[in-house]
């Protein structure tokens, strides 16, 4: 019987590598095509033997494939590969569309919410594995701690999905891509604005999780961050189950308190005044005491008890580029967060600064497309007032836009300077590391921070440390 051919068009992002691994795991013969840019994702690839193409060509796309996705990026369903896929009448779907069909006759857990989505979904996964339950779950990272690539095809029921509120294919689909996913367990972790070039203002971002809300499969359970004005706004039309978490006296799950030390985060849990005890982490932030929370309450959901809970979350140690620790050399530590829009970074600082009470904490920021930079300038200005030094890079641009001369990373460091003055603009690597190589001292704590291309700096970040011996 000949084995089945799925083929992905633009392979080595990290939500196409887990369903690339999901697929293989399943039963597939996959292979696929990507710019030939190094990425995150290429050892996992090399590793399960899984062919990439350099370059797009429509010669790639036999009548042999019974499978055929592609990712929004490299022009989506413009890109020649899916325009032959089409051609040739082979079953060709947006990434977005792949993950819904897969998640039909499962147990649907999806994770949503403009920030969260991917350290909460690698966090649910996790305890379910840890659990024995052995789920399928596709997460929007390359590779989770302990559980090795972010894709997996389980032999159980549950199937754990990050639900992205992006646009199926830019070019040719605007939907949200989260509206593929009828979940039986629909996790929504915050609503802010995001995504400029997809939603022209936040009430359209609260209309689309409010479609969300109603995708939800019948006598399904919504479980959502009652601390956030908008989810509050968006459930208060939701005739769903609801169950609330926060830190808020009015939600069913609430963090009375908390503390932090280095490398470990504390927190107390009450239910309906009901104590569950203080449970440990060993990720950082008051952020991710919430992501914890909301995976606490799906595992209780579907019969973990919390002391057991308790247990399992001791064993998450976090996943690819969520304040994810590169390495420490002489005194020096080195960490790296995908971090891209204010809030984001504004929580990983303070987190940081939580654990890290006594370094000083330097941030080398890459922005991540023009028009979030431009759309989201006043909230930038105030997302490093609790770093030392804000290093600010070029702008890294997304191949779905132009360049626009009205915004520069030269302007951000302005404005940020008029809240604090502890920014600086070097444009580059080279100009970053010449600055750092007078700069650093002993004990100080580097954050690269960004969704382009910046984790590509370490290893000349981590010469320079070896060689300043400090």
Not at 288 to 299: D, T
Not at 422 to 433: C, D, E, G, K, L
Request: aromatic content about 10%; some cysteine.
């Amino acid at each position: 019987m000949r084995k089945k051919r799925a083929y992905l068009i633009g392979i080595k992002g990290v939500a196409m590598t887990a369903l690339a691994v999901y697929l293989k795991e399943a039963g597939y013969q996959v292979l696929g095509s990507d710019v030939d840019d190094f990425f995150p994702t290429d050892t996992i690839l090399h590793k399960y033997q899984i062919e990439v193409k350099r370059g797009f060509s429509p010669a790639n796309i036999q009548g042999n494939f019974d499978l055929v996705v592609v990712t929004g990026a490299h022009g989506g369903m413009t890109n020649p590969e899916a325009k032959q896929a089409k051609k040739l009448h082979l079953p060709t779907f947006m990434h977005g569309e792949m993950v819904g069909k897969l998640m039909e006759d499962k147990y649907g857990i999806s994770v949503s919410g403009c920030h969260g989505k991917t350290t909460t979904s690698s966090l649910i996964s996790t305890l379910f594995y840890r659990a024995k339950f052995d789920p399928s779950y596709l997460v929007g990272t390359s590779e989770i701690n302990g559980l090795g690539p972010a894709g997996h095809f389980g032999g159980s029921k549950y199937f754990i999905a990050e639900a992205d509120e992006y646009m199926t294919c830019p070019v040719t689909d605007p939907r949200p891509r989260f509206l593929w996913q009828n979940p039986k367990i629909l996790v929504i972790t915050n609503i802010e604005y995001d995504h400029p070039d997809a939603f022209p203002s936040l009430s359209a971002i609260k209309k689309a999780f409010y479609a969300l809300s109603q995708k939800v499969t019948d006598k399904g359970l919504i479980i959502a961050c009652i601390d956030n004005s908008n989810i509050r706004d968006v459930l208060s039309n939701v005739k769903k189950e609801i169950i609330t978490y926060g830190f808020s006296p009015k939600s069913d799950f609430q963090v009375t308190s908390y503390s932090f030390d280095e490398g470990v985060s504390f927190m107390r849990i009450n239910h309906h005044q009901l104590s569950l005890g203080e449970f440990m982490l060993r990720i950082p932030g008051k952020h991710n005491l919430l992501n914890a929370l909301a995976c606490g309450i799906v595992a209780n959901q579907v019969g973990l008890s919390w002391e057991r809970i308790r247990d399992l979350l001791k064993l998450y140690t976090g996943c690819k580029r969520r304040f994810e620790k590169i390495g420490q050399i002489g005194s020096i530590l080195l960490y790296d967060d995908y971090a891209h829009h204010p809030s984001e970074i504004k929580a990983t600082i303070a987190a940081a600064r939580e654990w890290f009470k006594t370094r000083r904490i330097i941030v080398i920021f890459q922005p991540h497309t023009y028009s979030r930079t431009k759309a989201l300038m006043n909230e930038f200005t105030h997302a490093f007032v609790d770093a030392d030094l804000a290093i600010i890079c070029d702008i890294y641009p997304s191949a779905r836009e132009s360049f626009d001369p009205s915004i520069s990373s030269k302007q951000l460091v302005l404005e940020i300077n008029k809240n604090r003055k502890n920014s600086i603009y070097r444009a580059n690597n080279t100009q970053v590391m010449s600055y750092l190589d007078s700069y650093i001292k002993t004990n100080d704590l580097i954050i690269t921070m960004g969704a382009g291309n910046i984790f590509l700096w370490h290893k000349g970040l981590i010469d320079l440390l070896k060689n300043k011996r400090i």
